[in-house]
C-alpha cells in the first residue's frame, strides 16, 4: 500500500445499513431507469454541451447533475455560494475539495462547482458513468503506480494554471461518514501551490428521515435556486444515511439499489470559504487547513447562506 492509494475500515455490512423509510420495488425500479436514464442523456448530451460557450455550459451541467441525484430520489440541500461562471480563463483555476463518501458525491458538487475531476482509472470502465466522466473531462489517475504521481500533480497544476476548475476527493478513498473520515493526502495541493491557484473547500453528508417521522408542517427545504422547494426533516431530527455510502468492495449496482430503496434521502453539500495556497508554507499545511475545515461542524453551520 502507498500514500496515494489508502483503505478505509468503512465496509458495506457494518456501514451502509438504512434504518429510515423504504421505497417498494416498482417505485424503486422507476427511480433506478430515471436516474440511469439521466446519466445516459449526459453522456449523449455532452458532445452538443461542448459547442455551448463557458458560461451556459457550467450552468447546464450545474442542472443536469443536481437532476442526476433528484433522479435517483435523493433531496439536495445546497449551504453557502454555488459558482458563478464568468466565462474567463485568464486567472489560475480552484481546486475543489471534498470529503468522499459516495458515488453521489460526484454529481452533487457538480451541481455546485462543474470541474474536471481526479479519479480513479477504474471509473473509466463503469457502465455509463464512465464514458461519461472521460468526455467531461476527467482527470484518471493509476493509484496502485506510485511512480505517476509526480506526472499527476503537474496535470493538475497545468489544468488550473489554464483556468480549469479541477475537483478532488483528497481523502483517495471513500469513506461511510458516520466517523471523521480519512487524512487529506497533500498531493493535489501541491499542485494549487504551483499554479497559484485558490483551495475550495466543500462538506459533503447524508441524512435519513426516521422511519416514523415526518417534517412539521411549515418546514421547507433551502436548495439550490434552480430547483423547486421540497420538504425535509429538519437536520437535528435525521440520522446518518448508511445507504449513501459506496465504501469497499461494494459492487456499484448493489449501491444503485440501496438508494433507491432507502425513501427520505438528503444530501447536503456545504460551500466553505477559499483557502489561498500562497499563505501557507508547504502543501501539508495547504491540505491540513482544507480537512481541519471540511471536518469542523462549528465553522460549517451558516444557515443565512443557504440557497432558497
Known sequence: MNPWLPTAPCTPRECAGHEGRVRGRPAAVALLLAGCACILAGALGAPFAAMLGAARRERLIRRWAYGVVRAFGVRVRIVGTPAVPDGSTAAPGTLVVANHISWLDIPLVAAVFPGRMLAKSEIRDWPLLGPLAARGGTLFVERDRLRALPATVRTIGAALRGGSRVVVFPEGTTWCGRGPGGRFGPAAFQAAIDADATVRPVR??????????????????????????????????????GAAAFVGDDPLIASLWRVVTAAGLTAE???LP?????GLPDRRALARRAQTAVANESANRSPESVHH
Open 269 to 271: 453539500i456545504r460551500v
Open 274 to 278: 477559499p483557502i489561498q495556497a500562497r
Open 204 to 241: 459533503i453528508s447524508y441524512r435519513a428521515a426516521p422511519a416514523k417521522h415526518t417534517a412539521p408542517a411549515g418546514r421547507v427545504a433551502s436548495v439550490e435556486h434552480t430547483a423547486p422547494m421540497e420538504r425535509f426533516a429538519p437536520p437535528e431530527h435525521n440520522t446518518p444515511a
